[in-house]
């Protein structure tokens, strides 16, 4: 099928214009240079350079493509491009034709449509109106910013103002967060003496190293004394910390002795007595 529609477009070509083909292939050979030489320096492969040289423009992929090649390997060899272009074309064109006319490409084209391409007048704005008109000013940045310098304004004064006692109040707190920190003092214990510890009343009497002799010459019957009982007054424990010193036994009172009757004695006779008693 191909070899058949090869052959005819040989025989179009012939009787429409002299074909191309021939042209190509005697350049080349005039010039010594083989289908792979001249695939190595056209990049076009070398079944399609024979396809050209043999005017089978069916093993050629496309019709664009092909003239491609055609132009390109018409400028390998010398030839003038534009020459050979048109020489495919109007051998081309009737068969192209032929081909197109059962394919969308032969059916007739849709009805024009009259569009007006020209540019249409759009009303502008009057430049001088909006120059004229009265621009509106945003107060809201100028009122934030006045704001934001206001508080500043007053931080500043209330901090000159008032540093000492800011000061002040900061030292307090430094100094009763450190005594919280410190451990509680331990209270001493007090050595207290059971004479200490007893009243005024209950301590016990103490011989006098001055006393005059005369008191112990006293007559018998004057010293006789009768001994009465003293009240002893009960004393009152106060309660004190478990870690004082002073035990509950040394705040009782020490038991007071009673008080010796002396037995009378007869007093020794005196020379006086003695020679009364002789009358």
Known sequence: M???????????????????????????????????????????????????????W??????????????????????????????????????????????????????????????????LRDETEELEAP?????????????VAAVATLVWWSVTQFSDEIAGGFRAVQEQVVAWQQPAPTPEPIATSATDALPGN?????ATAGAPEGAAAAPVEQATVEAQP??????????????????????LPTPTPQPEIPTPVPAPATPATASTAAN
Do not use: H
């Open 202 to 206: 209950l301590v016990a009497p103490t």
């Open 230 to 251: 003293t009240a002893i007054p009960t004393p009152v424990v106060e309660a004190t910390p478990a870690d004082s010193g002073v035990t509950i036994l040394a705040l």
């Open 58 to 123: 069916d093993l050629v992929p496309g019709e664009v493509v092909g003239r491609g090649f055609l132009r390109n390997y018409a400028t390998y060899l010398g030839l003038e491009p534009t020459e050979m272009i048109d020489r495919r074309r109007s051998i081309a064109d009737e068969s192209l034709a032929a081909v197109l006319a059962d394919t969308s490409a032969g059916s007739a084209l849709p009805p024009e449509r009259s569009v007006d391409y020209r540019p249409k007048d759009v009303a």
């Open 135 to 147: 621009r509106r000013i945003n107060l809201v940045p100028f009122m934030l910013l006045l704001g």
């Open 2 to 56: 191909k070899t058949e529609r090869g052959k005819g477009a040989r025989s179009n070509g012939a009787m429409a214009a002299p074909s191309i083909g021939p042209i190509l292939r005697e350049r080349r050979e005039a010039m010594g240079v083989t289908l792979a030489e001249a695939e190595v320096a056209t990049r076009i492969r070398q079944k399609y350079l024979s396809a050209l040289e043999s005017d089978e």
